[in-house]
């Protein structure tokens, strides 16, 4: 595997991947509708374009024979980084990839000069709780998020650096 800045050419495998992450993980949570529809919105190509060039942002893919099997996206504002997207395609899942993808953006936004890290997930998504958690996130604050018209609980987690890491 080989993690690597997101470029313009990654834009198709990184609505792939995010499609196919996307059914497998909100299956049971969203209507298909809501998935294609969210999908198309968040990874359109000028979409994904304005986040690779976007001050304060990291975004990187990770690659198996030059395949792009995940990605993820953060962004630093002040001392604050936020995971906006950070997903591994469903045949891959489970080696290592998603945390090998976090490490690195961790570390991207560190050069910002971050402090705090945050990553919002859907309560309903089991499995992405469970991996930030895994990462030593807390579970600090709740909210709501709006996808095809319906709100939908989330969990806000927070990890903080000192000393070194900062």
Not at 70 to 80: A, N, S
Not at 84 to 89: A, T
Request: proline residues 2%; negative net charge; contains cysteine.
């Amino acid at each position: 595997m080989e993690l690597r800045p997101a470029t313009e050419a990654d834009t198709g495998a990184i609505r792939r991947v995010a499609s196919r992450a996307w059914r497998a993980t909100y299956d049971d949570l969203l209507d298909e509708e809501t998935i294609e529809e969210t999908v198309a919105d968040w990874y359109a190509d000028e979409t994904l374009a304005s986040a690779f060039d976007s001050p304060g942002t990291a975004f990187v893919v990770a690659t198996e024979d030059d395949d792009v099997v995940g990605f993820c996206h953060g962004v630093c504002q002040d001392d604050e980084g936020y995971v906006l997207r950070l997903y591994v395609d469903p045949d891959h899942q489970g080696r290592g990839i998603g945390t090998a993808l976090h490490e690195r953006l961790r570390d991207d936004l560190l050069d910002f000069n971050m402090r705090r890290m945050k990553a919002m997930v859907l309560a309903g998504n089991e499995a992405g709780n469970a991996f930030y958690e895994g990462l030593d996130f807390e579970k600090t604050d709740e909210g709501e998020v709006e996808l095809g018209g319906e709100r939908y609980a989330e969990n806000v987690y927070t990890l903080s650096f000192t000393g070194e890491e900062a």
